[in-house]
């Protein structure tokens, strides 16, 4: 009877042991828990006061983009061009005959001709036409709420909180992109 009874005792032993572990685990997870939240929220406060001021170290930043993001010469045609609007009638010359460029289709018909086609007319003319307000409505409620589409860093959230406002301008500008 005294090795049942030690036995016994020893599993009540084991399970106060595991009982008192498994509770000091606890302790520990909340305890962190609760120091990674105060560590968050110190260093929330303190991008809210330092964060959004204009400070030397953003300036500097700034002045070094926009210093990389500047085109200050060009080479075009075995020819440089310097200065702002030199460059600009050149990129826009550019871009015109890239764009325009029409009467070369007429040079790649002959040879389209003889390829086979994928895509059939009908598929061809549902691609061409322009796409309804509704359809535009279902692609913007299909994205990501915190996702910005664009550079201009608006979310789709913002364009769904304020469709009512802005959704025939929205409609219009898609329509003529």
């Given at each position: ?35 990674e939240e105060e560590a968050r929220l110190k260093s929330i ?62 040079k790649y018909e002959e040879i389209l001709q003889h390829t ?62």
């Amino acid at each position: 009877m005294d090795s049942m009874q030690a036995e016994k005792e020893g599993k009540e032993e084991r399970k106060q042991d595991y009982l008192k572990e498994k509770e000091i685990f606890w302790e520990i997870y909340r305890e962190n828990r609760e120091e990674e939240e105060e560590a968050r929220l110190k260093s929330i406060i303190l991008w809210l006061k330092a964060g959004d001021k204009n400070t030397l170290f953003f300036h500097n930043n700034m002045k070094i983009r926009r210093a990389r993001n500047q085109i200050g010469k060009m080479q075009v045609e075995n020819q440089e061009v310097k200065g702002t609007e030199e460059i600009k009638k050149v990129a826009h010359k550019h871009f015109k005959n890239l764009l325009s460029a029409i009467e070369e289709m007429a040079k790649y018909e002959e040879i389209l001709q003889h390829t086979k086609r994928k895509i059939k007319k009908e598929q061809n003319k549902d691609m061409c036409k322009d796409f309804t307000e509704e359809e535009i409505v279902e692609a913007i409620w299909s994205l990501h709420l915190n996702k910005a589409p664009g550079p201009d860093g608006f979310t789709i959230a913002f364009y769904r909180n304020h469709w009512h406002t802005i959704r025939k301008d929205f409609v219009r500008m898609a329509k003529n992109v």
